[in-house]
């Protein structure tokens, strides 16, 4: 399992007792990771609000967590999503005008730019994203989904859900919304995971110490899991069934 720490960087946990196993190597203000299986690599970015710096990294779990590339994104990017299936990385990113939020879509090996969606109609302010493999359906959570800025708005989106055309390479549109964590009395929609097998979308609340597990298919609430905690992150094991 891995945890991002800013102070301390990408922290390795043994997954059957939690010990930690370690830091990952110049990872010092990792703000959130994600792991590619199939591929063997860690990902994080870092907590970064400035155009020009490296705040996306990827390393080689077989070779001692060696650095495999670097990259430079946009401002503020935070929660990344592998999908294995389809070798790409997704890495969202918060603002709310025109230029910011939206995902970018990476070669997870080599870091290079597939795609980049720099507008809030594929996500406003996102801390969570997550893909749906099989489908290629993007979920980015809008952690400001209420009214930002005050007035510019007159309907709230938590989940904005976006999809690949196939047919045109790496072309996205968007296409729906998830809103039913509204009359759940949401605060702020944060970090995401999809879980392919149950076909369930997982929205943790950042200020509401909940995770709602989520139809996306019908936009409806199926389960509420409330913790000790307020929830920045999630991620899940199908294989396990663990959240």
């Known amino acids: 399992v891995y945890g991002a720490v800013p102070s301390r960087g990408v922290e390795v946990l043994d997954a059957e007792t939690g010990a930690s196993l370690g830091v990952v190597n110049g990872t010092t203000d990792a703000y959130y990771v994600a792991a590619d299986p199939v591929n063997g690599l860690v990902t994080t970015v870092y907590f970064s609000d400035v155009a020009d710096a490296k705040n996306i990294e990827s390393f080689d779990v077989d070779n001692d967590f060696a650095s495999l590339w670097s990259s430079t994104s946009r401002a503020n990017p935070r929660q990344l999503d592998a999908d294995s299936t389809n070798g790409l990385l997704y890495v969202g990113y918060t603002g709310t005008a025109e230029g910011s939020g939206g995902f970018s879509v990476h070669d997870p090996k080599t870091g290079r730019i597939l795609g980049d969606f720099d507008d809030p109609s594929f996500g406003k ?49 968007a296409v729906s919304s998830l809103d039913s964590v509204n009359k759940s009395n949401a605060a702020l929609p944060a970090g995401s995971a999809f879980s392919q097998s149950k076909d369930r979308l997982y929205l943790g609340d950042q200020n509401g110490r909940k995770i709602f597990e989520m139809n996306p298919d019908t936009d409806e609430v199926t389960r509420t899991i409330t913790l000790p905690e307020n929830i920045r992150d999630v991620g899940i094991d199908d294989e396990e069934e663990l959240l």
């Open 125 to 173: 302010d996102g801390y969570g994203i997550s893909v749906d493999e099989e489908e290629q359906r993007v979920f980015v959570s809008n952690r400001d989904f209420r009214l930002n800025p005050p007035g510019s708005e007159l309907d709230p989106v938590a989940v904005t859900v976006s999809t690949r055309i196939l047919e045109a390479g790496f072309d996205y549109e």
